[in-house]
């Protein structure tokens, strides 16, 4: 073994030894850490990770036992599965997709959107299109939501710990603990500097520097992107597992998980039904002897988990009986309250190469308005159209055309949001999207929030930092114009979408992927996210939510996995 490696049998040996190190509380050992202190290392001084835990779900035996079985290998089934191994507890985690060690390509960032908008059969992430004509993607990999996102790392702002009832010196820790595995502080970006000057130049105060942290101003925060480009995600948590105690399937689809249910008792989770690559059949229990400690948490995500509890027999029994479903408990609110935050933006070509780069920076404004941007991206796999550009006799937009990589997308998202709409399964396929539906703009509070944001996005396009960098003879009307004319859904467009910005904002809408609810806290599950009617059975994910936290939820789900 060379020298080179050698940490990581290390690592392995003293996890084995020391299996409970990672449930220390650090604060109490006397350990800090420093957020502007982030040790950097590549996935070309670090190899991929090769757990042995982790196998194709065809060499599943046809039963099994576990203390723990977690449906949902993704941003927060990865780190709940490690700290609940890490504890000496038998854990089994199912997940849908494959490995995103065997192709890092992949997930480099310059593939980020070519990667996310890949509908292939076998591409790591799912498509749909909502009831409201918007496109959208959901995970299908080991690591879930962060091997296919921009990458923005954030933490919550302390509202959701509150609402949420978690306490916030448990949050910092588990924050830290995730910081310190896949979370770097970014490079200088030309593009990113110039949009966070252009936020502090129209108003967007405090500038806040670099920071974690939920506030209102304008800051750099964290990324899962390293300094070479390689993406780190939520599987490589798994680090932390005992590997001893653990097992991770992959190409693991469950169809519905089971229940035991005794006169006058309330329905008792007790095994899982899951088929491998090859259509084999498995079912994984509960073990009995495990008596108070053992369960079933769902964590497969805002459309996953209620989909799964319907397909389990819990939901709106009416519509359950109908598709066939032996209901176990009625319950209407699975699936009700989704949402999804909606994002808005400018596309802004430039006639000189801009070296790429993913959002680095955001401004909070105290309008509840948030602010990003990426640069030097083909965004015509983002475009409803299909890519198709405009017809025009500008010539600057004619130059964007022959050059779909110069260009930027300043876009902006709300907090909340107030809308609210649905899920319903349209089939009893557990591969198969449900129906969605998110009403973009429902509440009147959403859209009057979405037409400051734009003023203050056209403000920013407009001052002096970013004109440098634009079309001379472009105007704001133009990118106007040409967003409207490529934007990211397949919504009719109406007339005036081009001089009012509230049409603009409904015509235009895309997701910003931050779908929530399904199985909100007080309606599905309770505040130990125990599902209500229910014994041994939780759910730990973005469905609990009752609105998205921070600017981007992957930070407050893997804490909330932790």
């Not at 849908?96 to 960032?109: A, E, L, Q, V």
Request: net charge positive.
């Amino acid at each position: 073994m060379g020298l080179k490696y050698s940490w990581r049998f290390l690592a392995l040996v003293f996890m084995v030894v020391f299996p409970n190190f990672h449930g220390l509380n650090y604060a109490e050992k006397g350990i800090k850490f420093e957020e502007k202190q982030i040790v950097t290392f590549s996935h070309s001084d670090m190899p991929a990770p090769k757990y042995s835990f982790i196998q194709e779900a065809t060499s599943a035996p046809e039963v099994s036992f576990y203390d723990y079985i977690v449906i949902g290998g993704g941003t927060a089934g990865c780190p709940l599965a490690a700290t609940l191994s890490a504890r000496d507890a038998k854990v089994l985690v199912l997940e849908r997709g494959g490995s995103p060690y065997t192709n890092t390509t992949k997930i480099r960032m310059e593939n980020v959107i070519s990667t996310l908008t890949d509908d292939s059969p076998n591409s790591i992430s799912q498509s749909f299109i909502s009831e409201d004509r918007v496109p959208g993607n959901r995970a299908r990999v080991l690591g879930g939501g962060t091997v296919i996102n921009l990458g923005f790392y954030s933490r919550a702002e302390t509202l959701f710990l509150k609402e949420a009832g978690i306490d916030e010196a448990l949050a910092n820790e588990s924050y830290e603990w995730v910081e310190k595995k896949i979370v770097y502080k970014p490079g200088a970006f030309q593009w990113q500097t110039a949009v966070r000057n252009g936020l502090l130049e129209v108003g967007v105060l405090p500038d806040n520097g670099f920071t974690y942290a939920h506030l209102n101003g304008t800051k750099t925060s964290g990324t899962l992107f390293d300094k070479n480009g390689n993406r780190h995600t939520a599987a490589d948590l798994l680090e932390y597992a005992n590997p001893t105690m653990i097992k991770v399937y992959l190409h693991a689809v469950v169809h519905k998980i089971t229940f035991t249910t005794k006169d006058g008792q309330r329905p008792k989770a007790d095994g899982v039904i899951f088929y491998d690559a090859n259509g084999g059949r498995h079912i994984a229990y509960l073990k009995h002897e495990s008596n108070n400690r053992s369960e079933i948490i769902l964590s497969a995500g805002a459309i996953g988990s209620p989909q799964l509890l319907m397909l389990s027999g819990i939901g709106p029994a009416a519509r359950l009986r109908s598709l066939g479903i032996k209901v176990v408990l009625d319950q209407p609110m699975v699936g009700r309250e989704m949402a999804d935050k909606p994002l808005n933006g400018l596309i802004i070509p430039y006639p000189t190469h801009i070296p790429l780069s993913l959002a680095t920076v955001v401004g909070i404004n105290k309008t509840s308005n948030y602010f990003e941007s990426l640069n030097g991206f083909d965004l015509s796999a983002l475009s409803g159209s299909g890519g198709a550009q405009p017809q025009t006799s500008n010539p600057s937009q004619e130059a964007m055309a022959n050059s779909t990589r110069n260009q930027a997308f300043l876009v902006q998202t709300i907090f909340g949001p107030i809308s609210k709409g649905y899920l319903e399964l349209q089939n009893t396929n557990a591969s198969d999207n449900p129906k969605l539906r998110f009403n973009y703009f429902q509440a009147a509070v959403d859209l009057r929030r979405c037409v400051s944001g734009m003023q203050t996005i056209i403000n920013v396009v407009n001052s002096d930092s970013l004109s440098r960098f634009r079309f001379r003879n472009m105007t704001t009307q133009d990118l106007i114009n040409m967003t409207v004319n490529r934007a990211g859904n397949l919504r009719r467009r109406n007339p005036n979408a081009t001089t009012s910005l509230e049409q603009y904002c409904i015509d235009t809408v895309m997701t910003f992927w931050h779908y929530h609810g399904g199985c909100q806290i007080g309606k599905v599950v309770d505040r130990d996210y125990k599902v209500l009617g229910l014994d041994q059975l939780r759910v730990i994910d973005a469905s609990t939510f009752s609105f998205s936290p921070g600017t981007n939820p992957q930070a407050a789900i893997m804490m909330l996995g932790r």
